[in-house]
């Protein structure tokens, strides 16, 4: 851990090969993609949307061959290595795996460190504790969300391995900002069916927070997993609303008016037009 301002940041290398979790991969990373990640990881903090931050970027001596446009075409590329931090890089995968192998034992561990270190408004003896847990993941999941659609952010890669369970934007790799408003815009060259196309941010979104649900249902009693149910639907109600309140900002909006949301989607249906 790194410690600044009493804050507790959490390291990670990107692209210094493999380790005890690699899969198929090698594990490195090329000069573009981590000048990438380094910049933008940044200007995500400057626009006021959580993310992991760039420590470092140093070149590696080393080539790593990739096929950037997945056409066939491999060629050498210049390595580097990026000095990423986070509060934590727990992700919803990180419980998923635990469930789905039947390690409940260490599931509950786990959910306990995670809830003791991260999230200290809910108490690490209560019974509810992880409803409540999943109740603000829910909540803070769709901010984040509709703070990515505010800005035209594309993640390109929205499965649960890449969702952060302190909802912080995280693993910058085929991300995109649009040029202009355009809902099927894709930044990921291999999405060829267009899964990940920034209109479906939010629904990608409830699609990984059920499955953050069904990692946890074996910790829960019948009562919490239907008032479970209930958070996860109030999901699309809590980013419709946040979405409203930032483009609402944009416009210079102020109170409120019934015929708000009917502007903000003139005005991008609008943009799509033009």
Not at 45 to 59: C, D, E, K, M, N
Not at 152 to 177: E, K, M, R, W
Request: with cysteine.
């Amino acid at each position: 851990y790194f410690c600044r301002r009493g804050e507790r940041w959490e390291p990670q290398l990107k692209g210094s090969g493999k380790t005890p979790y690699s899969r198929n991969g090698d594990g490195r990373a090329v000069l573009r993609s981590s000048v990438r990640e380094f910049l933008c990881s940044e200007a995500m903090h400057y626009l006021g949307i959580p993310t992991s931050r760039a420590a470092s970027l140093v070149v590696s001596d080393d080539d790593v061959w990739r096929d950037q446009f997945y056409n066939g075409n491999i060629k050498k590329e210049r390595g580097a290595i990026v000095l990423r931090l986070a509060k934590s890089w727990f992700r919803i995968g990180s419980l998923e795996i635990l469930a789905h192998s039947g390690e409940l034992e260490l599931l509950r561990r786990l959910l306990d460190f995670i809830i003791q270190e991260h999230f200290p408004s809910i108490a690490v003896n209560d019974s509810n504790r992880y409803l409540e847990f999943f109740s603000t993941v829910v909540s803070e999941t769709a901010d984040l969300i509709a703070s990515w659609m505010s800005v035209g952010f594309a993640h390109g890669v929205c499965n649960t391995d890449n969702f952060s369970l302190l909802s912080i934007t995280i693993d910058y790799g085929p991300f995109g900002f649009m040029d202009s408003y355009d809902p099927n815009f894709v930044p990921n060259t291999s999405d060829d069916e267009r899964r990940y196309k920034i209109g479906n941010q939010p629904s990608v979104g409830q699609f990984n927070l059920s499955k953050l649900l069904q990692a946890l249902k074996p910790l829960l009693d019948p009562r919490q997993k239907q008032l479970a149910s209930q958070i996860l639907k109030g999901y699309g109600e809590h980013y419709y609303s946040r979405f409203t309140e930032l483009f609402k900002t944009k416009l210079g909006l102020l109170g409120e008016n019934e015929n708000d949301n009917y502007l903000i989607a003139f005005l991008l249906k609008v943009s799509l037009l033009c």
